[in-house]
């Protein structure tokens, strides 16, 4: 079992910079596929970024990528995705998610087991 809190939305102007956190419980933090989603108003969620818990290796979706950065800090049992270049259309709930293990790095949500709450990301024009 894993819990995940997310921290660090806001409002910011575009072309902005924001540093998402998300701390996990549990013990075996290092064991598990991190990844973070979001989820713009009336549409579905989606897939951000993930990365590996062994080797760290990351992935992105292709609208962030060279602006996102994912990372994770095992000792502190914490991801992080930090945002640059922010645009309006990065507007969205931010969300954390977690899978136990798995060898490669899922893109589809029904892979993940456990989700935070949420955090808000409102960039203005």
């Known amino acids: 079992q894993v819990q995940l809190v997310e921290s660090g939305g806001g409002l910011v102007q575009a072309g902005g910079s924001l540093r998402l956190s998300c701390v996990a419980s549990g013990r075996t933090f290092s064991s598990y596929v991190m990844g973070w989603f979001r989820q713009a108003p009336g549409k579905e969620r989606e897939f951000v970024a993930s990365?590996?818990?062994?080797?760290?290796?990351?992935r992105y979706t292709d609208s962030v990528k060279g602006r996102f950065t994912i990372s994770r800090d095992n000792a502190k049992n914490t991801v992080y995705l930090q945002m640059s270049s922010l645009k309006p259309e990065d507007t969205a709930v931010y969300y954390c998610a977690a899978v136990y293990g798995l060898r490669y790095l899922p893109t589809d949500l029904a892979e993940y087991g456990y989700w935070g709450q949420g955090t808000q990301v409102t960039v203005s024009s």
């Open positions: 990365i590996h818990w062994n080797d760290y290796s990351t």
